[in-house]
């Protein structure tokens, strides 16, 4: 049974930094592209941000630039180093195991001053 557990949501200030991470077990790790998706309230689950097993990475265009996703097959982990936050930012962020489709429970990031 596939399980991922998000971290490191909370508030911050508009123009502030937030790294998320999430570490997955019952999977074979290294051979699942992963990816963080977000949704804020009255909205559709949206990409974030994909990261492929050879670490191609793809983002939304709103994120570009500001945002990276990695991974550390060691750790069975994948991280969202998120810069120059905006409140439109504001979502639950959950993690996707792009190969089983599974998903964390997710972690809810607040950007507001």
């Known amino acids: 049974q596939v399980q991922l557990v998000e971290s490191g949501g909370g508030l911050v200030q508009p123009g502030g930094s937030l790294r998320l991470s999430c570490t997955a077990s019952?999977?074979?790790?290294?051979?699942?592209?992963m990816g963080w998706y977000r949704q804020a309230p009255g909205k559709q689950r949206e990409l974030v941000a994909t990261i492929s097993t050879g670490g191609y990475r793809n983002y939304a265009d709103s994120v570009k630039g500001r945002t990276t996703i990695s991974r550390d097959n060691a750790k069975k982990s994948i991280y969202l180093q998120m810069n120059s936050l905006k409140p439109e930012d504001t979502a639950v962020y959950y993690c996707?195991?792009?190969?089983?489709?599974?998903w964390g429970q997710g972690t809810q990031v607040t950007v507001s001053s």
């Open positions: 996707h195991d792009e190969y089983t489709l599974s």
């Open positions: 019952g999977i074979g790790f290294s051979i699942h592209a």
